[in-house]
C-alpha cells in the first residue's frame, strides 16, 4: 500500500499536500483501491468557501458513490478539470495527476491535526 511519507491524511481516507497557504487534495491509493474503478469525480463548490469535513463533491466508482470533505476550512480555488474526462486517473495515479482539489485554507492550525503516514498506517492496517 502506498503512503507517500510527505504527506498529511484524513481519517476519511484523504491525502493533503500543503505548499504554503493551498492544499492540494485527492483520496488516498488505499480509499481508490476499496471504491474500485472509479467513473466519475463531481465537485460542484468551486470558488465557495467551507468548512472543514463539510461535503466539497462526490467521487462514483461502479459500485458505490462516496462524498468527499473538505479536510480544511477553506475556499476552494482550483479543480483537476483532467478528471472531467479522465476520471480513472485517480485509479491509476492517486497521488499525483488524480489530485481533486487545491484549496487556499484559512485554518493553519487545523493542519496540525491532520495525521501523518505512519498514523495513517495505523488506521487502514498497514
Do not use: C, R
Request: glycine residues 8%; hydrophobic residues 40%; proline residues 3%.
Amino acid at each position: 500500500m502506498n503512503v507517500p511519507s510527505n504527506l498529511k491524511y484524513t481519517k476519511d481516507h484523504e491525502w493533503v499536500s500543503i505548499d504554503g497557504d493551498i492544499a492540494t487534495v485527492g483520496i488516498t491509493d488505499f480509499a481508490q483501491g476499496e471504491l474500485g474503478d472509479i467513473v466519475y469525480v463531481e465537485v460542484e463548490t468551486l470558488d465557495e468557501t467551507l468548512e472543514k469535513d463539510e461535503v466539497f463533491g462526490t467521487v462514483e466508482a461502479v459500485k458505490t458513490v462516496s462524498d468527499l470533505l473538505l479536510p480544511l476550512s477553506g475556499e476552494i480555488v482550483e479543480f483537476n478539470e483532467k478528471l472531467e474526462t479522465e476520471p480513472e486517473i485517480v485509479n491509476s495515479d492517486a497521488f499525483g495527476e488524480g489530485w481533486m482539489v487545491k484549496i487556499k485554507f484559512t485554518n493553519p492550525t487545523e493542519v496540525e491535526e491532520l495525521l501523518d503516514d505512519e498514523a495513517y498506517k495505523k488506521i487502514i492496517g498497514g
